[in-house]
């Protein structure tokens, strides 16, 4: 190969490693979390299913989008919102605020 080829080559691969890293600042700064609370507990009624996972509302009207750990299979975490949709729960994990406001709570376990 010659010299030419492999500075093009390099050109190339230093370009496509440009873009990813650019690519990749992009989506961390898309999801920057701020710590709300730490090990907080929340009462709230869990959401029907609409496709964008796990929610719960509390009370006073406040939306929290329920992540669970990754020990959780999907098969439970149906299971527990067939079981509990339209009922009150209380949630225990670290809270979570989003650049737009939107809150998450990130629970240990789900409540049995």
Known sequence: ???????????ASLA????????FTAFAQDQELTLVAKDASITAT????????????TA???NYAVVPP???SLEALETFQRAYV???VTLTGDI????????SVF????PK
């Open 107 to 110: 629970v240990k376990s789900l």
């Open 96 to 103: 979570f605020k989003d650049k737009y406001g939107n809150l």
């Open 60 to 62: 006073d009207g406040t």
């Open 1 to 11: 190969m010659s010299n030419v080829r492999k500075i093009a080559a390099l050109g």
């Open 16 to 23: 496509l490693a440009i873009a990813l890293l650019t690519a």
């Open 46 to 57: 869990v959401g029907e299913e609409d496709g964008e996972g796990l929610w719960a509302v």
């Open 70 to 72: 990754d020990t959780v």
């Open 86 to 88: 339209n009922k009150q």
